[in-house]
């Protein structure tokens, strides 16, 4: 069940929903996203919140400019610190509902995205909610891309039944809601991208963590099936070195769940850096010699896989070597 405890930030009940859009440098996409959220066919009010997470006078103005002619309230919120953790958290405190709605700021919201986002509130014991993620090909996409998982694209459909989902389902952060007491109450986000790419290393598990501490606390998290946005897929975003860098950033997110959550030795550590050096070569090297004469998406499919291995291992590495990572990676929450 909810806590009955208060909440220390501000909320009006009168507000069925705060939508979040954490944005860093993509107003060429924002604008389509806040259009479709604002069209929302809801009954009761909602306010959107665009937090900058690259703060500039010129998207501030922007927002301000198309709030004045919106029929839902939408303000601009500057968070200076990188990280999508950061965005979110700062997204929670400017938030004047009790139920925040997080989306990126490259889909398109259904007409009634919202209205079926937030029905399932109704069961107290349900603390967070998301929905169906399709994708919006901006150019047929390429034959090979049949051999990537969806999650490469933060696609995610769970079928067309409401569901109380099982520990081993997730819900992306592109389409989720939570309620705002039970955020704080149980630690927030863990760390997730960062504009910054110097800060990469600080890169966690994001909203699986967040839901992981929901789980931990007893709080349902539910799927509904009507709450549909679609994703935005561009030519560049489907060209291998894209995928290898979302790989390779993958294996980071893997890299510190191993470090959180089993906690190895500096020893065990170590072993385990030649595991994912061995897993590396061998994807890298080996199965390409062993696969010359299959189609090139075999090609793809194995340096993809390299990459999360190479992600894991520069990760290892940097963990052996700098205990303020370790430290990081152990912290109980990530709310400052």
């Given at each position: 069940?909810?806590?009955?405890?208060?909440?220390?930030?501000?909320?009006?009940?009168?507000?069925?929903?705060?939508?979040?859009?954490?944005?860093?440098?993509?107003?060429?996409?924002?604008?389509?996203?806040?259009?479709?959220?604002?069209?929302?066919?809801?009954?009761?009010?909602?306010?959107?919140?665009?937090?900058?997470?690259?703060?500039?006078?010129?998207?501030?103005?922007?927002?301000?400019?198309?709030?004045?002619?919106?029929?839902?309230?939408?303000?601009?919120?500057?968070?200076?610190?990188?990280?999508?953790?950061?965005a979110r958290h700062c997204g929670a405190r400017a938030a004047e509902s009790d139920i925040l709605v997080y989306c990126d700021d490259d889909i398109i919201a259904s007409p009634r995205w919202l209205e079926a986002l937030l029905a399932p509130y109704r069961d107290n014991a349900v603390a967070c909610i998301g929905g169906k993620c399709l994708p919006r090909w901006e150019t047929p996409p390429p034959s090979w891309l049949a051999s990537i998982p969806e999650g490469y694209f933060s696609l995610l459909d769970y079928g067309n039944d409401p569901l109380s989902l099982?520990?081993?389902?997730?819900?992306?952060?592109?389409?989720?809601?939570?309620?705002?007491?039970?955020?704080?109450e149980v630690g927030g986000f863990n760390p997730d991208g960062f504009g910054d790419r110097r800060l990469i290393w600080y890169r966690g598990d994001g909203e699986c963590g967040l839901q992981r501490r929901l789980r931990a606390k007893g709080y349902k998290i539910f799927y509904a099936p009507g709450a549909v946005i679609e994703h935005r897929l561009s030519p560049?975003?489907?060209?291998?070195?894209?995928?290898?860098?979302?790989?390779?950033?993958s294996g980071i997110e893997a890299n510190f769940c191993y470090y959180r959550y089993q906690q190895p030795s500096l020893g065990r550590l170590a072993v385990y850096f030649f595991d994912r050096a061995t897993r590396y070569i061998y994807h890298r090297l080996v199965k390409r010699i062993v696969l010359e004469r299959k189609p090139e998406e075999y090609f793809l499919r194995e340096s993809i896989n390299a990459a999360f291995y190479l992600g894991q291992l520069l990760h290892t590495l940097h963990l052996l070597r700098y205990p303020a990572l370790r430290s990081h990676c152990l912290r109980e929450n990530y709310l400052d």
């Open positions: 069940m909810v806590s009955n405890s208060q909440d220390t930030y501000n909320s009006k009940p009168s507000l069925r929903a705060s939508v979040i859009i954490p944005t860093y440098n993509r107003a060429r996409y924002l604008f389509d996203t806040i259009e479709s959220i604002a069209q929302q066919e809801l009954s009761g009010d909602f306010e959107i919140i665009v937090v900058d997470n690259a703060p500039s006078s010129a998207l501030k103005s922007q927002v301000e400019n198309l709030g004045a002619r919106l029929p839902a309230s939408l303000r601009y919120v500057p968070e200076p610190r990188s990280g999508l953790h950061h099982p520990d081993d389902k997730m819900i992306y952060g592109n389409n989720l809601s939570v309620r705002k007491q039970v955020l704080f560049e975003r489907l060209t291998p070195e894209r995928l290898r860098r979302r790989a390779f950033d």
